[in-house]
Nanobody, 121 residues
Framework: VQLQASGGGLVQAGGSLTLSCRAS????????TGWFRQAPGKEREFVSA????????IYADSVKGRSTISRDNTKNTMYLQINSLIPEDTAIYYC???????????????WGQGTQVTVSS
């Protein structure tokens, strides 16, 4: 399974951004998926996750209430919309997928290459 993240960029504080992650390869429609981010000098941290059937969604406290995770299995694509962006959201955002597990763990089987999000104050 290959994951391709996109949609990052430079955004002013208070703005919004929608990240996309497209999966390709075998069994891509039955993967639980998630978003993580890593800021310079910091460890990779969990952002949000969604089950393969979209019935389960979880968010980190840092983005809860201002972000929405979703997916379109017909397009093998997962999305993360973040509103009211703050400079602390600046990081490389990675998407990840797992055939069985779901949640905030970092042991996902498959990882994308990351997309840079920079929020200016």
């Amino acid at each position: 399974v290959q994951l391709q993240a996109s949609g990052g960029g430079l955004v002013q504080a208070g703005g919004s951004l929608t990240l996309s992650c497209r999966a390709s390869g075998r069994t891509s429609s039955i993967l639980n998926t998630g978003w993580f981010r890593q800021a310079p000098g910091k460890e990779r941290e969990f952002v949000s996750a969604i089950t393969w059937d979209s019935r389960g969604k979880i968010y980190a406290d840092s983005v809860k209430g201002r972000s929405t995770i979703s997916r379109d299995n017909t397009k093998n694509t997962m999305y993360l919309q973040i509103n009211s962006l703050i400079p602390e959201d600046t990081a490389i955002y990675y998407c990840a997928a797992d055939r069985t597990s779901y949640g905030s763990m970092t042991s996902y089987e498959f990882w994308g290459q990351g997309t840079q999000v920079t929020v200016s104050s």
